[in-house]
């Protein structure tokens, strides 16, 4: 595991603990306070922030806080952490109970983000700042795009989209949660007026996020094109 530790995060610890324990979850942990990942999970999300803000500001010198924001909020999602958790292969030694393991936990969304930000909290802890803004810089640089514009959130283009239309505002509701606690499923439906569209996902947010994006699409789809006027 050290090894493994060292090539993909660019650091080889002398002392494996932390690590360990960023890759443990609760059922495994068996209750024992301060085994799991849960505490190095909650710094690891302050070091990705901070990191990935001081990013953004470089690269983009002339973006308003707002485009800033958007290109933030798109980075540090919960599911592109677990994209880039599945990259280093970090599902292959997270430690899970039996329970957990049979359901495929390890291959969640959910589990995976939380084990990537305390594998980066762990880092911090282990070699400092500048170990954990040069993993982060490594292991997200292919999503940084410069060309490209700032994306806009699904619920916050449903909810532009709402007002020049003048309908009204997005509303959202969970009309049900499946699933064992370690991998929940929700369904929650967005509308806008007598418009409504419902999507799942592997937490509150991300089925809202679908939600709103599918909507969206079967709004401006239905939306038939102005024409200016004649001359």
């Not at 595991?1 to 960023?22: H, K, Y």
């Not at 990537?116 to 909290?121: F, H, I, K, N, T």
């Amino acid at each position: 595991m050290t090894a493994w530790v060292g090539e993909v995060l660019g650091v080889r610890p002398s002392d494996p603990a932390p690590f360990v324990r960023a890759l443990t979850h609760g059922s495994h942990a068996a209750g024992q306070a301060g085994e799991s990942y849960e505490r190095l999970e909650f710094l690891g999300d302050r070091v990705l922030g901070l990191v990935m803000a001081e990013w953004l500001w470089e690269l983009f010198p002339d973006e308003p806080e707002g485009q800033l924001s958007r290109r933030f909020n798109a980075l540090v999602t919960g599911a592109v952490c677990a994209e880039v958790a599945r990259g280093i292969g970090a599902q292959a030694h997270v430690r899970l109970g039996k329970q957990a393991r049979d359901d495929g936990a390890q291959h969640g969304d959910n589990l995976l983000g939380d084990v990537m930000e305390a594998l980066l909290g762990a880092l911090y802890r282990a070699a400092g700042l500048d170990a954990a803004r040069a993993a982060v810089r490594r292991l997200w640089a292919d999503r940084i795009h410069t060309d490209d514009k700032a994306p806009q959130h699904p619920k916050s283009a449903l909810q532009e989209w709402a007002a020049a239309n003048r309908r009204a505002v997005p509303t959202y509701a969970i009309v049900d949660r499946a699933g064992p606690g370690h991998a929940p499923r929700f369904t929650v439906r967005v509308a806008v007026g007598k418009d409504e569209v419902s999507a799942e996902g592997a937490s509150k947010q991300e089925a809202e996020t679908a939600a709103a994006s599918a909507l969206l699409a079967t709004l401006i789809a239905n939306t038939p094109i102005r024409r200016g006027r004649r001359r």
